[in-house]
């Protein structure tokens, strides 16, 4: 299991960006070989998945209500994955957590533990 800590969250207007990111712990060897995804839990609602990411990054895959928004990428190099987030939404307004998975899924369940996550608001 891949130990992973996300970074980057904040408060924003309706609009702007943020970049967010997930970083494998410390001598942690094996993230290139994991699928990684990011999901988002706004208050009293269900978790969503937001992006996922192959292990090379070729392949990825958005929602709907993400998609042309936000793009997800990652650095091998540098253990860690990142969620670029455009013309943010009001309704985007969520804890973002990441996590992975050792092969292609669409389900939560599929990943690994959520990490506590990143807080991101969006004003109106």
């Known amino acids: 299991q891949v130990q992973l800590v996300e970074s980057g969250g904040g408060l924003v207007q309706a609009g702007d960006s943020l970049r967010l990111s997930c970083a494998a712990s410390?001598?942690?060897?094996?993230?290139?070989?994991?699928?990684v995804g990011w999901s988002r839990q706004a208050p009293g609602k269900e978790r969503d998945f937001v992006a996922v990411?192959?292990?090379?990054?070729?392949?990825?895959y958005y929602p709907e209500s993400v998609n042309g928004r936000f793009t997800i990428s990652r650095d091998n190099a540098k253990n860690t994955a990142y969620l670029q987030m455009n013309s943010l939404k009001p309704e985007d307004t969520a804890v973002y957590s990441c996590?992975?998975?050792?092969?292609?899924?669409?389900?939560?369940?599929?990943?690994?533990?959520w990490g506590q996550g990143t807080q991101v608001t969006v004003s109106s």
């Open positions: 990411v192959s292990p090379t990054g070729e392949w990825t």
């Open positions: 996590a992975t998975s050792p092969r292609a899924t669409l389900s939560l369940d599929g990943f690994g533990s």
């Open positions: 410390k001598g942690t060897i094996s993230f290139s070989n994991y699928f």
